[in-house]
T-cell receptor, first 110, second 113 residues
Framework: KQEVTQIPAALSVPEGENLVLNCSFT??????LQWFRQDPGKGLTSLLL?????REQTSGRLNASLDKSSGRSTLYIAASQPGDSATYLC?????????FGKGTSLLVTP | EAGVAQSPRYKIIEKRQSVAFWCNPI?????LYWYQQILGQGPKLLIQ????????DSQLPKDRFSAERLKGVDSTLKIQPAKLEDSAVYLC???????????FGPGTRLTVT
């Protein structure tokens, strides 16, 4: 069974800093990896989807990388803003559905 | 394009009562999922539908949970009878198929007292 781990569990940074969130998975035979954002009391918003044949995806200030051989993905957030405060979840697909990590709770302070 | 719709948004019931949740996926999305998210955890798959057929329900507690997707569009998830440990957010998601993105609804927050 695919296990997905996210480190750190929580992170607090001052506004303007660049930061990296880490995700590791045990089964390298994944179809894709997806990063989500979850605001308190809300559903999940998809940020980036990386297919297994790709190495990275970029959207605005966000860049996600995928290294299947090492079972790792990172989400890089440039020039963080208070509006980036949320929980970030990564999820891999190696079968029918998504296998989620527990998330990283990010707080960006003004 | 309208997103995934879910109702109700919040529900409080006593243990041993029954409850039902409704989901309307994005138009044209053949695949529909129900996930359970317990506080502090990532979502866990309960059931996956492809059109109106069940693809995977291996993690659905079938003694108390049931789900259906009539006509391959809307879906309902029912819990009967509810237990305290069923307190969670129930998320519905849909996608067109293949290795494409899943889109999530706002969720239903269930509290069992």
């Amino acid at each position: 069974k695919q296990e997905v781990t996210q480190i750190p569990a929580a992170l607090s940074v001052p506004e303007g800093e660049n930061l990296v969130l880490n995700c590791s998975f045990t089964d390298s035979a994944i179809y894709n990896l997806q990063w989500f954002r979850q605001d308190p009391g809300k559903g999940l918003t998809s940020l980036l989807l990386i297919q297994s044949s790709q190495r990275e995806q970029t959207s605005g200030r966000l860049n996600a990388s995928l290294d299947k051989s090492s079972g790792r993905s990172t989400l890089y957030i440039a020039a963080s803003q208070p509006g980036d405060s949320a929980t970030y979840l990564c999820a891999s697909t190696s079968g029918y559905a998504l296998n989620f990590g527990k998330g990283t709770s990010l707080l960006v302070t003004p | 394009e309208a997103g995934v719709a879910q109702s109700p948004r919040y529900k409080i019931i006593e243990k041993r009562q029954s409850v039902a949740f409704w989901c309307n996926p994005i138009s044209g999305h053949a695949t529909l999922y129900w996930y359970q998210q317990i506080l502090g955890q990532g979502p866990k798959l309960l059931i996956q539908f492809q059109n109106n057929g069940v693809v995977d329900d291996s993690q659905l507690p079938k003694d108390r949970f049931s789900a259906e997707r009539l006509k391959g569009v809307d879906s309902t998830l029912k819990i009967q009878p509810a237990k305290l440990e069923d307190s969670a957010v129930y998320l519905c998601a849909s996608k067109t198929g293949g290795n494409y993105e899943q889109y999530f609804g706002p969720g239903t927050r269930l509290t069992v007292t």
